[in-house]
């Protein structure tokens, strides 16, 4: 009996201490198929396995089940060691486990003591109750092979929405997600970039698998690692209980945003007073939509309060009027009540600032923002405010600290957005901006001295949304902060010079900012040469865009136009040789023209560069590379010049 | 029963009486004067949209017996923009279970007179950190009802388990007016023993003046102090600037701790001279037995000259006893109880190694001794701090009639003689078993920190270029890149080379690298890159621009004037040599004119010359010690602010119609 006690408490110690550390199969296979792999020398890891099993209930809950096995190939890739899960009184972790198996497949698990529990958010006016649980597997370097599995639960209707990414940039081996939806349930599904990826429907179970995803390599001028994710959403939702958080079609959310918001928009006697106390002396419809629209914007500050219902659910307008702080719907409803209370009808209105929306998903999830649409006449606006308008609809966003009203903040340029009012409600898009709208012009009348040293007065007029930044700039930094950010950018291209008689003026539609400069080392004496570059607001820099080939769009930068236009005063005697009076370049993205002439002892010059905000395809990569060399050289332009 | 109910009610009013003697002396609300609403930034150079016209610190350690010592903090704050009224979002973080915060009280004032509370509801609770066995929390709020026009003003109480121990009066915004009242420990709960325990536990208090001037005094009186009163005026707003020593050197601070009266009383060298008795009986601890000591060290001892006799015990260290310090999993090994258990098992740690060393040098009989560092990234050493600050061990040999020679062999990839760069320019504390002295570690010198680069330029006529590139690196350099590489495999190795690489390259693609290291030589790095670089066809000629790596700086500086001194890691030298071979079919028609710039922060040179098809410019860049004061700031930026003019540089090529070019 004794030997029997003895070989059972081994066996269980043993069993218990291979519970403890051995893998499971699914990752033991990974670990087997790693040894055989070619791996691009850029990866920093490969994700062996990738599965995501999603179970919803018709009660609303949803199980999810994932594996993950990643071989980690560089120390950069050291960070999949780490899993990261977002909780909230919603979601509950029910199971995490992980390992770390090495070559050898001798195996390690995660220890308790590396799990730790933090707030996505720290920082001073934000508050929330979600966390993040983190799993930490100690000893990650490149050879082994990381895995976890993970179940979550998910109460509630935030289940019936679901997302699963298949690769950002790092190589897949194998990745799947599946969805299973109660009988009679209907799933809408959202595709991003997923030619490779193969989706099949067995009944009530939807299935997208991908293998063998090839690395995505770093390029220059490519849109965000967001815009090059591949991933699925899913939307599912009960037909027999349209509204109610099951959600079909895009007027049900409208609707759903609307109903959330109704209350909380209601004026009391005391905010009504209020408003017509900021509003009852000014004459037009402009000015009172101004006087509101500024008030909701500067005199209410952000402090997100994001705790329960509160995550969807705005505070009433009173309490964010008494407290002067809220977040984007709390200041949306506020601004909303206060129109309310003048007779103007406001609803409000949901968009993405981070995503693309895929209109055949209709789901509130799919909107991370909350601004104003205010139903005014057409006609009733002046013309500049037209930027800003959607049919009916005059949006404005009053948590945007610069964009005033009738201006749109560029990030929100392009979006689509839902406009929640009770019928006939769709996704439209906002206007994509033109570069007109962000227009900067350097004017410029410098002096070359026969010494080499230099001296110019400098203009720099911004207009539309680039004089709305410039406004809010000069509203926040002090002067001498303006002066020392133009004294440093200046000095990247004109290193030692010095800056003088900083002043600004405004007017309706732009702002202008004007100094002095003074420089010892302008132009370069290469021999009996006399090398100048004639445009001070830019430096030599070399192409960016050198590969023979190309992955990923290109994306040369935001809507914007700048142009320069240089006088320079000559020394008696000198003259440029000009071998390229004019030139002109450019591609779907972006054009550059440049001009210069002679006469007398003046040189002038002129540049213009307009990036029109266009993502240009792959197939379009010659164009783009030759456009990206030319700007190079232009940039660097430089005149030799003749002296007596 | 009348009795019992008189008793009953004279209990209850002695009661009342004690909470609102306690609740009397708790913080509440100051009177709002007019004073305080003409608070303005009017004269300020520097705006900041806010002034905290008050803070008031009371630290109540009476019943730190019992590990309860309570602060409370009361702060009134005058808005005066709207991007100020963040200063109404308030953070307290406490760890939970050892903390607690009491009594939140808040509330915003108008000018017309309004008074808006904080909300209990408004106070929000949350655990921001939990894992095993810690939780972190924090409390947090956001006062109501600010306006760019308004007067807040909050104050809790927080529960510590051990004092306070400082107050910093230096924030991010002005400060008008600044109290600390510290009611020091006075043997609560002790009894009969705090009369026999007094002396070891006086309260003390370090005063750092530096901005501005604290002023302290004893209360009720000098005679019988209960408290400590410490004030300051108008303190201005702490801006932080780049490349600055630590925030704790700069700031004036008072730092509040408890001693022996002993040390309360002594001057600085009677405190330090009894604290070097104590450390050096645990040196002496450690390095018995020795028996394997002696061993060990009789290997050296018969080596000629007492030089070699150290730097061979040095590099037998470095090679022999692995140095655990560096290792992430240090814990896995056994604590070393003495010297010959560190030779036995083959590890030690920093100090095990050094101590070690100290070990091998007394037992060949030179004269030397142990040197305690600050390391300088977190603070100094203060004398009359009469506590223990340092941060590591270091041994010095003693020279007749000069500066000690200082050795750290538990310091990897150090040479002997040379200290890590942390730990250069910092004031010291050597002794030995007889004596003890303040000694100020002097920087290593910038020939001595040394990068050496030969570089060969291949440039295409589309501007593409290769560069086959090899670096010499010499001290402080050298172990950087020693250092970046330690424990690393192959792959991980080349991986943290080519992120080297590319911090001085980052637009170049790197084709090869490779790292030479032997033990006492210099590291040599030798890569190859593909380089875009700027060219312009003007003409009939080619305008070449290859210098923008050089361009590359380590240290920048934007700002026109500096408050604070700033400091590098070390002094170094930079010397490139470079050979650039234009393309084929070009020849050299002019080349940029000479630079040569003695400033005082150091040489920097730039020639160019031509030998036939090739170029060769040479730069030197030195920078002459890494301390700076901020009065020496504007000859330094310009020093560096030079820097990205050499991407303008250009060389003149015109096409070369000769007929021996013709056949290449």
Request: hydrophobic share 40%; aromatic share 12%.
């Given at each position: 009996?004794?030997?029997?006690r003895?070989l059972?408490?081994?066996?269980?110690?043993?069993?218990m201490?291979s519970?403890?550390?051995?893998?499971?199969?699914?990752?033991?296979?990974?670990?087997?198929?790693?040894?055989?792999?070619?791996?691009?020398?850029?990866?920093?890891?490969?994700?062996?396995?990738?599965?995501?099993?999603v179970?919803?209930?018709?009660?609303?809950?949803?199980?999810?089940?994932?594996?993950?096995?990643?071989?980690?190939?560089?120390?950069?890739?050291?960070?999949?060691?780490?899993?990261?899960?977002?909780?909230?009184?919603?979601v509950?972790?029910?199971?995490?486990?992980?390992?770390?198996?090495?070559?050898?497949?001798?195996?390690?698990?995660?220890?308790?003591?590396?799990?730790?529990?933090?707030?996505?958010?720290?920082?001073?006016?934000?508050?929330?109750?979600?966390h993040?649980?983190?799993?930490?597997l100690?000893?990650?370097?490149?050879?082994?092979?990381v895995?976890?599995?993970?179940?979550?639960?998910?109460?509630?209707?935030?289940s019936?929405?679901?997302?699963?990414?298949?690769?950002?940039?790092?190589?897949?081996?194998?990745?799947?997600y599946?969805?299973?939806?109660?009988q009679g349930w209907?799933?809408?599904?959202?595709?991003?970039?997923?030619?490779?990826?193969?989706?099949?429907?067995?009944?009530?179970?939807?299935l997208?698998?991908?293998?063998?995803?090839?690395?995505?390599?770093?390029?220059?001028?490519?849109?965000?690692?967001?815009?090059?994710?591949?991933?699925?959403?899913?939307?599912?939702?009960?037909?027999?209980?349209?509204?109610?958080?099951?959600?079909?079609?895009?007027?049900?959310?409208?609707?759903?945003?609307?109903?959330?918001?109704?209350q909380?928009?209601?004026a009391?006697?005391?905010?009504?007073?209020?408003?017509?106390?900021?509003?009852?002396?000014?004459?037009?419809?402009?000015?009172?939509?101004r006087?509101?629209?500024?008030?909701?914007?500067?005199?209410?500050?952000?402090?997100?309060?994001?705790?329960?219902?509160e995550?969807?659910?705005?505070?009433?307008?009173?309490?964010?009027f008494?407290?002067?702080?809220?977040d984007?719907?709390?200041?949306?409803?506020?601004m909303?009540?206060m129109?309310?209370a003048?007779?103007?009808?406001?609803?409000?209105?949901?968009?993405n600032t981070e995503?693309?929306?895929?209109?055949?998903?209709?789901t509130?999830?799919?909107?991370?923002?909350?601004?104003?649409?205010?139903?005014?006449?057409?006609?009733?606006?002046?013309?500049r405010?037209?930027?800003?308008?959607?049919?009916?609809?005059?949006?404005?966003?009053p948590?945007?600290?610069?964009?005033?009203?009738?201006?749109?903040?560029?990030?929100l340029?392009?979006?689509?957005?839902?406009?929640?009012?009770?019928?006939?409600?769709?996704?439209?898009?906002?206007?994509?901006?033109?570069?007109?709208?962000?227009?900067?012009v350097?004017?410029t009348?410098?002096?070359?001295?026969?010494?080499?040293s230099?001296?110019?007065?400098?203009?720099?007029?911004?207009?539309?949304?680039?004089a709305t930044?410039?406004?809010?700039s000069?509203?926040?930094?002090?002067?001498?902060?303006?002066?020392?950010?133009?004294?440093?950018?200046?000095?990247q291209?004109?290193?030692?010079?010095?800056?003088?008689?900083?002043?600004?003026?405004?007017?309706?539609?732009?702002?202008?900012?004007?100094?002095?400069?003074?420089?010892?080392?302008?132009?370069?004496k290469?021999?009996?040469?006399?090398?100048?570059?004639?445009?001070?607001?830019?430096?030599?820099?070399?192409?960016?865009?050198?590969?023979?080939?190309?992955q990923?769009?290109?994306?040369?930068?935001p809507p914007?136009?700048i142009?320069?236009?240089?006088?320079?005063?000559?020394?008696?005697?000198?003259?440029?040789?000009i071998?390229?009076s004019?030139?002109?370049?450019g591609?779907?993205?972006?054009?550059?023209?440049?001009?210069?002439?002679?006469?007398?002892?003046?040189l002038?010059?002129?540049?213009?560069?307009?990036?029109?905000?266009?993502?240009?395809?792959?197939?379009?990569?010659?164009?783009?590379?030759?456009?990206?060399k030319?700007?190079?050289?232009?940039?660097?332009?430089?005149?030799l010049?003749?002296?007596p | 029963?009348?009795?019992?109910?008189?008793?009953?009610?004279?209990?209850i009013?002695?009661?009342?009486?004690?909470?609102l003697?306690?609740?009397?002396?708790?913080?509440?609300?100051?009177?709002?004067?007019?004073?305080?609403?003409?608070?303005?930034?009017?004269?300020?150079?520097?705006?900041?949209?806010?002034?905290?016209?008050?803070?008031?610190?009371e630290?109540?350690?009476?019943?730190?017996i019992n590990?309860?010592?309570?602060v409370?903090?009361?702060?009134?704050?005058?808005?005066?923009?709207?991007?100020?009224?963040?200063?109404g979002?308030?953070?307290?973080?406490?760890?939970?279970?050892?903390?607690?915060?009491?009594?939140?009280?808040?509330?915003?004032?108008?000018?017309?007179?309004?008074?808006?509370?904080?909300?209990?509801?408004?106070i929000?609770?949350?655990?921001?950190?939990?894992?095993?066995g810690?939780?972190?929390?924090q409390?947090?709020?956001?006062?109501p009802?600010?306006?760019?026009?308004?007067?807040i003003?909050?104050?809790?109480?927080?529960?510590l388990p051990?004092?306070?121990?400082?107050?910093?009066p230096?924030?991010?915004?002005?400060?008008?007016?600044?109290e600390?009242?510290?009611?020091?420990?006075?043997?609560?709960?002790?009894?009969y023993w705090?009369?026999?325990?007094?002396e070891?536990?006086?309260?003390?208090?370090?005063?750092?003046?530096?901005?501005?001037?604290?002023?302290?005094?004893?209360?009720?009186?000098?005679?019988?102090?209960?408290?400590?009163?410490?004030?300051v005026?108008?303190?201005?707003?702490?801006?932080?600037?780049?490349?600055s020593?630590?925030?704790?050197?700069?700031q004036?601070?008072?730092?509040?701790?408890?001693?022996?009266?002993?040390?309360?009383?002594?001057?600085?060298?009677?405190?330090?001279?009894?604290?070097?008795?104590?450390?050096?009986?645990?040196?002496?601890?450690?390095?018995?037995?020795?028996?394997?000591?002696?061993?060990?060290?009789?290997?050296?001892?018969s080596?000629?000259?007492?030089r070699?006799?150290?730097?061979?015990a040095?590099?037998?260290?470095?090679?022999?006893?692995?140095?655990?310090?560096?290792?992430?999993?240090?814990?896995?090994?056994l604590?070393?109880?003495?010297?010959?258990?560190?030779?036995?098992?083959?590890?030690?740690?920093r100090?095990?190694?050094?101590?070690?060393f100290?070990?091998?040098l007394?037992?060949?009989?030179?004269?030397?001794?142990?040197?305690y560092?600050?390391?300088?990234?977190?603070?100094?050493?203060i004398?009359?701090?009469?506590y223990?600050?340092?941060?590591?061990?270091?041994?010095?040999?003693?020279?007749a009639?000069?500066?000690?020679?200082?050795?750290s062999?538990?310091?990897?990839?150090?040479?002997?003689?040379?200290?890590?760069?942390?730990?250069?320019?910092?004031?010291?504390?050597?002794?030995?078993?007889?004596?003890?002295?303040?000694?100020?570690?002097?920087?290593?010198?910038?020939?001595?920190?040394?990068?050496?680069?030969?570089?060969?330029?291949?440039?295409?006529?589309?501007?593409g270029?290769?560069?086959?590139i090899?670096?010499?690196?010499?001290?402080?350099?050298?172990?950087?890149?020693?250092?970046?590489?330690?424990?690393?495999?192959?792959?991980?190795?080349?991986?943290?080379?080519?992120?080297?690489?590319?911090?001085?390259?980052?637009?170049?693609?790197l084709d090869?690298?490779?790292?030479?290291?032997?033990?006492?030589?210099?590291?040599?790095?030798?890569?190859?890159?593909?380089?875009?670089?700027?060219?312009?066809?003007?003409?009939?000629?080619?305008?070449?621009?290859?210098?923008?790596?050089?361009?590359?700086?380590?240290?920048e500086?934007?700002?026109?004037?500096?408050?604070?001194?700033?400091?590098?890691?070390?002094?170094?030298?930079?010397?490139?040599?470079?050979?650039?071979?234009?393309?084929?079919?070009?020849?050299?028609?002019?080349?940029?004119?000479?630079?040569?710039?003695?400033k005082?922060?150091?040489?920097?040179?730039?020639?160019?010359?031509e030998?036939?098809?090739?170029?060769?410019?040479?730069?030197?860049?030195?920078l002459?010690?890494?301390?700076?004061?901020?009065?020496?700031?504007?000859?330094?930026?310009?020093?560096?602010?030079?820097?990205?003019?050499?991407?303008e540089?250009?060389?003149?090529?015109?096409?070369?119609?000769?007929?021996?070019?013709?056949?290449?």
């Amino acid at each position: 009996m004794e030997g029997f006690r003895e070989l059972f408490i081994a066996a269980c110690l043993g069993g218990m201490l291979s519970f403890a550390s051995a893998q499971p199969d699914w990752a033991y296979n990974a670990v087997k198929q790693s040894s055989a792999l070619t791996v691009p020398k850029e990866a920093s890891a490969i994700i062996m396995h990738k599965l995501t099993e999603v179970e919803i209930s018709s009660k609303s809950l949803t199980k999810i089940y994932s594996q993950i096995a990643v071989k980690i190939l560089t120390s950069a890739g050291s960070s999949f060691g780490v899993m990261s899960i977002p909780v909230s009184p919603f979601v509950e972790v029910k199971k995490l486990k992980g390992w770390i198996i090495k070559h050898d497949g001798s195996a390690k698990a995660l220890p308790a003591d590396n799990i730790v529990t933090i707030s996505p958010q720290e920082s001073a006016g934000y508050y929330d109750d979600s966390h993040i649980v983190v799993a930490a597997l100690p000893g990650v370097e490149p050879g082994v092979i990381v895995a976890f599995e993970i179940a979550l639960e998910e109460k509630g209707w935030t289940s019936l929405f679901n997302s699963f990414t298949f690769q950002i940039q790092e190589p897949v081996k194998f990745a799947q997600y599946a969805v299973t939806i109660p009988q009679g349930w209907d799933l809408l599904k959202g595709e991003w970039r997923t030619g490779p990826v193969q989706f099949e429907q067995q009944g009530n179970r939807y299935l997208w698998t991908a293998r063998d995803l090839a690395y995505q390599p770093e390029e220059p001028l490519a849109p965000s690692w967001d815009f090059l994710s591949r991933r699925v959403s899913v939307n599912c939702f009960d037909p027999s209980k349209k509204g109610a958080h099951h959600f079909s079609q895009w007027p049900e959310v409208a609707q759903w945003a609307n109903d959330l918001h109704r209350q909380a928009a209601a004026a009391d006697q005391q905010l009504i007073r209020e408003t017509r106390s900021r509003t009852d002396s000014l004459a037009t419809l402009q000015e009172k939509l101004r006087a509101i629209a500024a008030f909701s914007q500067k005199e209410i500050r952000y402090v997100a309060v994001e705790i329960g219902k509160e995550r969807w659910q705005p505070r009433p307008a009173p309490a964010t009027f008494f407290n002067r702080y809220g977040d984007c719907k709390d200041k949306t409803t506020l601004m909303r009540a206060m129109l309310e209370a003048i007779g103007i009808n406001a609803v409000p209105v949901l968009v993405n600032t981070e995503y693309p929306v895929d209109p055949d998903l209709p789901t509130p999830f799919q909107f991370n923002h909350c601004i104003v649409g205010i139903r005014v006449p057409q006609d009733s606006l002046p013309e500049r405010w037209q930027h800003a308008r959607i049919g009916d609809w005059l949006l404005f966003d009053p948590t945007d600290e610069v964009a005033e009203i009738g201006e749109l903040p560029w990030p929100l340029m392009g979006r689509m957005v839902l406009i929640a009012a009770n019928a006939d409600t769709v996704l439209l898009q906002l206007p994509y901006a033109d570069p007109e709208d962000f227009r900067r012009v350097y004017h410029t009348r410098a002096r070359l001295n026969d010494d080499g040293s230099f001296s110019a007065d400098v203009d720099i007029i911004d207009y539309g949304s680039l004089a709305t930044y410039s406004r809010y700039s000069q509203r926040i930094n002090p002067g001498s902060k303006q002066v020392e950010e133009w004294r440093s950018e200046m000095a990247q291209k004109l290193p030692g010079i010095q800056l003088e008689g900083f002043r600004t003026a405004a007017s309706e539609d732009s702002v202008t900012t004007s100094f002095s400069i003074k420089g010892q080392r302008f132009i370069q004496k290469a021999g009996n040469l006399v090398l100048l570059r004639p445009n001070l607001f830019y430096s030599p820099e070399p192409p960016r865009l050198t590969a023979e080939e190309r992955q990923h769009p290109i994306w040369f930068g935001p809507p914007i136009e700048i142009n320069s236009e240089v006088l320079w005063q000559l020394p008696e005697d000198w003259t440029p040789e000009i071998d390229l009076s004019e030139f002109e370049s450019g591609c779907s993205g972006a054009l550059l023209r440049s001009q210069i002439s002679f006469s007398g002892s003046l040189l002038h010059y002129r540049f213009l560069e307009r990036q029109t905000g266009r993502l240009m395809w792959p197939d379009e990569y010659p164009g783009a590379r030759n456009y990206d060399k030319d700007l190079s050289a232009i940039k660097g332009q430089t005149l030799l010049l003749k002296t007596p | 029963m009348e009795k019992i109910q008189s008793t009953k009610l004279l209990i209850i009013v002695f009661l009342v009486c004690l909470s609102l003697r306690a609740s009397a002396k708790e913080l509440t609300w100051e009177p709002v004067t007019a004073t305080d609403w003409e608070v303005n930034e009017d004269t300020l150079a520097e705006k900041h949209g806010a002034i905290m016209i008050i803070e008031k610190i009371e630290a109540d350690e009476a019943d730190l017996i019992n590990r309860k010592c309570y602060v409370t903090i009361y702060r009134r704050i005058r808005i005066l923009n709207p991007e100020a009224r963040k200063w109404g979002d308030v953070l307290i973080p406490y760890i939970a279970k050892h903390q607690k915060i009491e009594n939140i009280q808040g509330r915003t004032l108008l000018r017309d007179g309004r008074e808006i509370p904080l909300a209990k509801e408004q106070i929000f609770d949350k655990e921001i950190f939990t894992a095993e066995g810690l939780k972190i929390k924090q409390k947090s709020f956001s006062l109501p009802g600010l306006t760019d026009d308004c007067i807040i003003e909050y104050l809790f109480k927080i529960r510590l388990p051990q004092p306070n121990g400082a107050w910093d009066p230096e924030k991010e915004i002005p400060l008008l007016s600044g109290e600390y009242t510290w009611k020091f420990y006075r043997g609560k709960g002790m009894g009969y023993w705090y009369s026999w325990f007094s002396e070891l536990i006086s309260p003390n208090w370090l005063i750092q003046n530096r901005t501005v001037k604290i002023e302290s005094q004893e209360l009720p009186s000098k005679k019988k102090t209960e408290k400590v009163l410490l004030t300051v005026r108008n303190v201005p707003a702490f801006k932080p600037e780049p490349y600055s020593p630590p925030e704790n050197v700069l700031q004036t601070r008072a730092i509040l701790f408890y001693g022996s009266t002993i040390d309360v009383e002594a001057d600085d060298r009677a405190h330090w001279t009894r604290s070097a008795a104590d450390i050096y009986a645990r040196y002496e601890e450690f390095a018995k037995p020795n028996t394997r000591l002696a061993k060990t060290t009789a290997a050296f001892d018969s080596l000629p000259g007492q030089r070699s006799k150290i730097e061979a015990a040095y590099r037998w260290l470095q090679s022999n006893v692995k140095n655990i310090t560096y290792l992430e999993d240090e814990e896995e090994y056994l604590k070393n109880t003495s010297v010959d258990e560190v030779l036995e098992r083959g590890y030690g740690t920093r100090e095990e190694i050094n101590y070690a060393f100290y070990a091998m040098l007394q037992q060949m009989g030179i004269k030397s001794g142990l040197v305690y560092v600050v390391d300088r990234d977190k603070g100094e050493f203060i004398k009359k701090a009469k506590y223990w600050q340092f941060h590591r061990i270091l041994v010095f040999e003693a020279l007749a009639g000069g500066d000690p020679r200082i050795y750290s062999p538990g310091d990897l990839y150090l040479s002997p003689t040379q200290v890590p760069w942390l730990n250069e320019g910092t004031l010291s504390f050597i002794q030995t078993k007889e004596m003890l002295a303040f000694y100020t570690i002097p920087f290593s010198k910038a020939y001595q920190n040394r990068t050496h680069r030969s570089l060969a330029l291949s440039v295409a006529e589309d501007g593409g270029a290769t560069v086959e590139i090899r670096e010499k690196l010499t001290g402080q350099e050298a172990r950087e890149l020693r250092l970046a590489c330690h424990q690393l495999d192959f792959d991980e190795r080349r991986e943290a080379l080519a992120n080297w690489v590319e911090a001085a390259f980052p637009q170049a693609r790197l084709d090869s690298v490779l790292l030479e290291e032997t033990a006492g030589e210099p590291v040599i790095l030798k890569y190859r890159l593909f380089y875009p670089v700027s060219i312009q066809q003007a003409g009939s000629r080619l305008l070449l621009r290859p210098f923008d790596f050089l361009s590359r700086v380590k240290y920048e500086f934007s700002a026109e004037t500096r408050r604070y001194p700033f400091q590098f890691d070390y002094a170094f030298e930079q010397v490139d040599s470079l050979a650039i071979k234009p393309p084929p079919g070009w020849k050299i028609e002019a080349l940029p004119k000479n630079v040569f710039l003695f400033k005082d922060a150091g040489p920097w040179e730039l020639q160019f010359k031509e030998t036939g098809q090739e170029i060769l410019v040479s730069r030197l860049l030195r920078l002459s010690k890494p301390y700076w004061e901020a009065a020496d700031y504007a000859k330094v930026r310009e020093f560096f602010n030079i820097q990205p003019s050499l991407k303008e540089l250009t060389i003149v090529l015109q096409q070369d119609n000769s007929p021996a070019s013709a056949g290449k």
